[in-house]
T-cell receptor, first 114, second 110 residues
Framework: GAGVSQSPRYKVAKRGQDVALRCDPI?????LFWYQQALGQGPEFLTY????????KSGLPSDRFFAERPEGSVSTLKIQRTQQEDSAVYLC????????????FGPGTRLTVL | GQNIDQPTEMTATEGAIVQINCTYQ??????LFWYQQHAGEAPTFLSY????GLEEKGRFSSFLSRSKGYSYLLLKELQMKDSASYLC???????????FGDGTTLTVKP
């Protein structure tokens, strides 16, 4: 069956460019999470949706980061005016119920900002 | 906030048993997870503990002591494919938000 998919898998951006990262969760999953993972570190929480509602965005590092899930399914993470420190793997995860016990992760988008 | 500590690296021999420890300090607790992450891949769920005690699932077991802020993941009959990073994560008072440790890189040698 289809798991969580993310696109693009790799993205190279010049400093100052805007990027949009897409996540397609498992069909029917209520909860959706975005994480940022730097090399050699664990995933760092960015934001959490339950259906279309963004219930927690406390992990977004700055107002350059914006996430949406308008119809409660596909989600987009947008980063404006990218900086070199934004270079990381961005992971999306979904879970069936609210709150996310077992989270299913996508393959991630590796963002490199030059 | 949450603070999670786990060893950076461990090495073990194929067929042996290894225990990976995780300690945490938290302002609220709604469960502890273990995930496995192979290099260059996404994390995959291994276990979830919310009550004290041992949860067994095949070759993997996970233990939790909430009073001590302590958990361990036990891997039995190690196989070469178990070489990976093992991530401990704690779900805090806000149900959706989990904090991950930096992972323990386990190397299984023949």
């Amino acid at each position: 069956g289809a798991g969580v998919s993310q696109s693009p898998r790799y993205k190279v951006a010049k400093r100052g460019q805007d990027v949009a990262l897409r996540c397609d969760p498992i069909s029917g999953h209520v909860s959706l999470f975005w994480y940022q993972q730097a090399l050699g570190q664990g995933p760092e929480f960015l934001t959490y949706f339950q259906n279309e509602a963004q219930l927690d965005k406390s992990g977004l590092p700055s107002d350059r980061f914006f996430a949406e899930r308008p119809e409660g399914s596909v989600s987009t993470l947008k980063i404006q005016r990218t900086q070199q420190e934004d270079s990381a793997v961005y992971l999306c995860a979904s879970s069936l119920g609210g709150g996310g016990k077992e989270q299913f992760f996508g393959p991630g988008t590796r963002l490199t900002v030059l | 906030g949450q603070n999670i500590d786990q060893p950076t690296e461990m090495t073990a021999t194929e067929g042996a048993i290894v225990q990976i420890n995780c300690t945490y300090q938290t302002s609220g607790f709604n469960g502890l997870f273990w995930y496995q992450q192979h290099a260059g891949e996404a994390p995959t769920f291994l276990s979830y503990n919310v009550l004290d005690g041992l949860e067994e699932k095949g070759r993997f077991s996970s233990f939790l002591s909430r009073s001590k802020g302590y958990s361990y993941l036990l891997l039995k009959e190690l196989q070469m494919k178990d070489s990976a990073s093992y991530l401990c994560a704690v779900r805090g008072p806000n149900a959706g938000k989990s904090t991950f440790g930096d992972g323990t890189t386990l190397t299984v040698k023949p």
